[in-house]
Every structure is written in structure tokens, then in C-alpha cells.
């Protein structure tokens, strides 16, 4: 029996021993496979964390990215707003300078308008100063030719100066008319020739026979008398050799009396012709 109970104990001995190192085999397996885990667990994490690190940078990088092209399109769009603005400088410097040379063209255009004025002006100024120093001479002469006609007419009658020029009075003492006559005596022809005789070495006249009555008879009747009586000086002192273009004739009547009042010496004075003597280079009035 205690044979047998020690190859029992020795075969269990036998037995258990390797058991013990297939458990142990398994252990190590165990253990070899926690540490296997243990170590692709934490690779496992590193990887993540390289991950998420990477992630962070691919996100700082498409941030940067994006904010890198929205610079890029601020700067394009810039680039593109300089580059409308450089051409439109252009375009403006092209048409300033179009217009700058119209400008200079209008410019001289101008200055040769302006200095052709000066010369018209010029010679407007020499034509004037040439058309006064003309008129002033004809003035003078006319003048002189005025006071020889006045000083020489007034040796024959009455000559007084208005403003249409010389007026001669032939008053009654005169011409001697015969009561409503109109016909011209020997002496009234005689006196006539000797103012038409000074009269021919004048130039540049018009002479205006008027005819004056007193105030006997109607407004009708007088103006009609007067006329007939101016006519007939009139005609002789053209046929003395006075130019009949030069002569008219007014019959004023008894509407322009010489003197007031109804006196027999008044009528007198107003019964008269005037010889108005007019030089028609000057103006009158002055």
C-alpha cells in the first residue's frame, strides 16, 4: 500500500510538473500579450495624440490657408482697383493733355486774334485821329469862311448869327414890295445882285428863303403873299447864278412875327424876308 501511495505521489509528481510549466507558459502568454496590449494601447494613444496633433496643425494650417487667400484676393482685388485707377490716370493724363493742346492751340489762336485787333486798333486809332484833325480843319475853315460871309453881308443888311447859321433880314426898308405885290423893284434887284455876288464865293451852303408878313389880312391870305414874295427872291438870286439846288422857300405869313404890336413901324419891321444861311459842314447849336 505505501508502495502503491508513493508511485501515486510519484506519478502525480511526474504529472504536475508539467502542468506547471504549461502554466507558466500560459502566464508568460498572458503576460505577453497584457505587455503586447499594454504597449499597442500606448502606441495606440501616441498615435492619437500625433493625431490630433496633426489635426490641430492641419486646421492652423487651412486657417492660415484661408486667411493667406483671402489676403491674396484682398490683394488681387487691390492690385486690380491700382491697376482701374493707373489706367483711368492714363485715360485722364491722355485727355488732359488732348484738351492742354487745344488749350495752347485756342491760346495762340488768340493772342494772333488779340494782336491782330491791336493792329485794326491802331490803325482805327491813326484813321480817327486823321478823320478829327480833318474834321477840326474843315471846322476852322467853315468857321472863317462864316465870320467873312457875316462881316460881309452884314455891310449890306441886318446879318445875325443863330444856331442854324446866318440869318439875313431884308426888312422893309429893303425890299419895297407895293402892297400885295409880290414883284421885285429895280433897287430890290440891285440889292439882291450884291448878296448873291458874295454869296457865289461861298462853298458848302444851303440857303432857305423864308417869307414874313405884318398882321393885316387872314392867317390864308398872308401865308400866301409871303410865299410869292419869297418865291420871287428866290428866283432871282438863281438867276444872279446861285444854284437853284441850294435854294428853297418858306412862307411862314404872320405866324413869326419880328416885333409885337400893330404900329404902322412893328408891321413895318414884320413885312421882311430872311436869307437863312446854313454851312453844311458844320453843326449848328454847338
Do not use: C, W
Amino acid at each position: 500500500m505505501a508502495n502503491r501511495s508513493s508511485s501515486l505521489n510519484l506519478q502525480d509528481d511526474e504529472t504536475s510538473e508539467p502542468r506547471q510549466q504549461g502554466g507558466r507558459a500560459i502566464v508568460l502568454l498572458l503576460l505577453l500579450l497584457l505587455a503586447a496590449v499594454a504597449g499597442l494601447g500606448y502606441l495606440g494613444y501616441r498615435i492619437l495624440l500625433r493625431t490630433e496633433s496633426a489635426e490641430r496643425q492641419l486646421a492652423s494650417v487651412s486657417a492660415q490657408t484661408a486667411e493667406a487667400a483671402a489676403l491674396s484676393r484682398q490683394a488681387l482685388e487691390k492690385a486690380a482697383a491700382a491697376d482701374a485707377t493707373a489706367r483711368a490716370a492714363a485715360e485722364g493724363r491722355e485727355v488732359a493733355e488732348v484738351q492742354a493742346f487745344g488749350a495752347r492751340q485756342e491760346a495762340d489762336a488768340a493772342r494772333q486774334d488779340a494782336g491782330a485787333a491791336r493792329q485794326e486798333a491802331s490803325v482805327a486809332f491813326a484813321s480817327a485821329a486823321a478823320a478829327q484833325a480833318e474834321a477840326e480843319r474843315i471846322r476852322k475853315r467853315a468857321e472863317a469862311e462864316r465870320n467873312r460871309l457875316e462881316a460881309a453881308l452884314g455891310q449890306i443888311a441886318e446879318t445875325r448869327r443863330t444856331a442854324l447859321g446866318l440869318v439875313m433880314n431884308l426888312g422893309g426898308e429893303h425890299l419895297k414890295f407895293e402892297f400885295d405885290k409880290a414883284e421885285l423893284s429895280v433897287k430890290d434887284r440891285e440889292l439882291l445882285s450884291r448878296i448873291a455876288g458874295i454869296l457865289l464865293t461861298a462853298h458848302d451852303y444851303t440857303i432857305s428863303v423864308n417869307g414874313h408878313t405884318d398882321d393885316v389880312g387872314s392867317d390864308a391870305y398872308n401865308k400866301g403873299l409871303s410865299e410869292r414874295r419869297a418865291q420871287a427872291v428866290r428866283d432871282y438870286l438863281a438867276q444872279a447864278g446861285l444854284s437853284a439846288e441850294i435854294l428853297s422857300v418858306t412862307g411862314h405869313g404872320k405866324s413869326l412875327p419880328l416885333v409885337r404890336g400893330n404900329s404902322d413901324s412893328a408891321r413895318a419891321k414884320n413885312r421882311r424876308v430872311e436869307l437863312a444861311i446854313a454851312n453844311t459842314q458844320i453843326r449848328y447849336g454847338r
